[in-house]
């Protein structure tokens, strides 16, 4: 069954670095999404993607995160000054065209990254 | 409560019972989808049921939906070990312009062998 991949699975920076995570979707799939969830708390929306453009993003989203489809399969986050709270889980997520009450969002493992 | 409350936070039971946990949100929706985390792991899709639609069911899972109530549940029948992990519900609401998804903060089950 295809799956969504991310990479790194296990990432570590100091803090200040720039991180960026890396995620390949589905191949057919057209939305694309990035997720976080802190240990033991909620997963939370950071972003939705489509059609080479952000169509969503939370107020966690500032102007130190962006995202990017570089080509045909990769989709990235990357985080320009990492700060001490951005120490989490971050999921990558992508659905399906159709109708989007129909439509599941599927996930990768994840990217636990951790700023020292 | 916040969009897409569960309860029980946690649940243990034997292998061979049924878990059942439920799931509260505050807006509408257009769908509300469970999914299962394993520890440190993805989230796992499991099924999705749209606002229109009042029980589904997908092998040992069956899923309420009571719009009225703004309310789901999550029935595990015949429970295993693999079971044990977390659940979380997700909304879709027709005014997330990206389908963006909100969780409640989980239910963890343990099943014991």
């Known amino acids: 069954e295809p799956e969504v991949t991310q990479t790194p699975s296990h990432q570590v920076t100091q803090m200040g670095q720039e991180v960026i995570l890396r995620c390949v979707p589905i191949?057919?799939?057209?939305?694309f999404y990035w997720y976080r969830q802190i240990l033991g708390q909620k997963v939370e929306f950071l972003v939705s993607?489509?059609?080479?453009?952000?169509?969503?993003k939370s107020e966690i989203f500032d102007d130190q995160f962006s995202v990017e489809r570089p080509d045909g399969s990769n989709f990235t986050l990357k985080i320009r000054s990492t700060k001490l709270e951005d120490s989490a889980m971050y999921f990558c997520?992508?659905?399906?065209?159709?109708?989007?009450?129909?439509?599941?969002?599927?996930f990768g493992d994840g990217t636990r990254l951790s700023i020292l | 409560s916040q969009q897409g409350e569960e309860d029980p936070q946690a649940l243990s039971i034997q292998e061979g019972e049924n878990a059942t946990m439920n799931c509260s949100y505050k807006?509408?929706?257009?769908?509300l989808q469970w999914y299962r985390q394993n520890s440190g792991r993805g989230l796992v899709h499991l099924i999705l049921?749209?606002?229109?639609?009042r029980e589904k069911h997908s092998g040992r899972l069956r899923v309420t939906l009571d719009t009225s109530k703004k309310s789901s549940s999550l029935l595990i029948t015949a429970s295993r070990a693999a079971d044990t992990a977390s659940y979380f519900c997700?909304?879709?609401?027709?005014?997330?312009?990206?389908?963006?998804?909100?969780f409640g903060g989980g239910t963890r089950v343990l099943v014991k062998p």
């Open positions: 997520a992508s659905r399906d065209r159709g109708y989007r009450s129909n439509q599941p969002q599927h």
């Open positions: 191949s057919n799939h057209l939305y």
């Open positions: 993607f489509y059609n080479n453009e952000i169509s969503e």
């Open positions: 807006t509408s929706i257009n769908n």
């Open positions: 049921i749209r606002s229109n639609e």
């Open positions: 997700a909304t879709d609401s027709p005014q997330a312009a990206g389908n963006k998804l909100t």
